[in-house]
């Protein structure tokens, strides 16, 4: 199975920060990768597909970009509904796989 | 804009079974495979597994001994039997949607179900 690294596992940050989490793929996954966001007891919500490209709805702060092994979710100035845990998810093999998580949280 | 709704028991005993169902509303079932996904409390996500309309299926290798997952065409619902429930089965357990084509991540979810196995 593919595994996914995310880092950090947390992260502390004021609002309008610029945040960056970083995902690695134990093999490559070509541009196969989402990131989803999730907030305390809610399902997770898909942000960015096929790497960096935005799903509808999400706002322009989010960006994702890589291909390969390495992987970025940046959002350019934090605000306050993007206090959450983000998850990355690759779809190029089964099983199907998701990295630990990145919990932001409030400086 | 599809809907999806997952129903079943919040507590259940060590070596039984679980069975959640997953009714699916707001879009045809045809263009999408259709998952369960866990997650342990205050740990990460885990996919199941996934059932198409055709009935194939594909099962996580860690789990693929005690899951079964079924769909019912006929009333747009989809299953999991996951057996031999141990403590550590106890998680919040999603169903979930993703494409057939393109492939993608996963689109819909359900708000999530918590299951507690405990005697």
């Known amino acids: 199975a593919i595994q996914l690294t995310q880092s950090p596992s947390s992260l502390s940050a004021s609002v309008g920060d610029r945040v960056t989490i970083t995902c690695r793929a134990s093999?490559?996954?070509?541009?196969?990768l989402g990131w989803y966001q999730q907030k305390p007891g809610k399902a997770p919500r898909l942000l960015i597909y096929?790497?960096?490209s935005l799903e509808s709805g999400v706002p322009s702060r989010f960006s994702g970009s890589g291909s390969g092994t390495d992987f970025t979710l940046s959002i350019s100035s934090l605000q306050p509904e993007d206090f959450a845990t983000y998850h990355c998810q690759q779809f190029r093999n089964y099983p199907l796989t998701f990295g630990g998580g990145t919990k932001v949280e409030i400086k | 804009q599809v809907h999806l709704q997952e129903s079943g028991p919040g507590l259940v005993k060590p070596s039984e079974t679980l069975s959640l169902t997953c009714t699916v509303s707001?879009?045809?079932?045809?263009?999408?495979?259709w998952n369960w996904i866990r997650q342990p409390p205050g740990k990460g996500l885990e996919w199941i597994g996934y059932i198409h309309y055709s009935g194939s299926t594909n099962y996580n290798p860690s789990l693929r001994s005690r899951v079964t997952i079924s769909v019912d065409t006929s009333t747009n619902q989809f299953s999991l039997n996951l057996s031999s429930l141990t403590a550590a089965d106890t998680a919040v357990y999603y169903c979930a949607a993703r494409p057939v084509v393109p492939p993608r991540p996963f689109d819909y979810w359900s708000q999530g179900t918590l299951v507690t196995v405990s005697s």
């Open positions: 093999q490559g996954i070509s541009s196969a």
């Open positions: 707001g879009g045809s079932i045809d263009p999408y495979y």
């Open positions: 096929d790497a960096s």
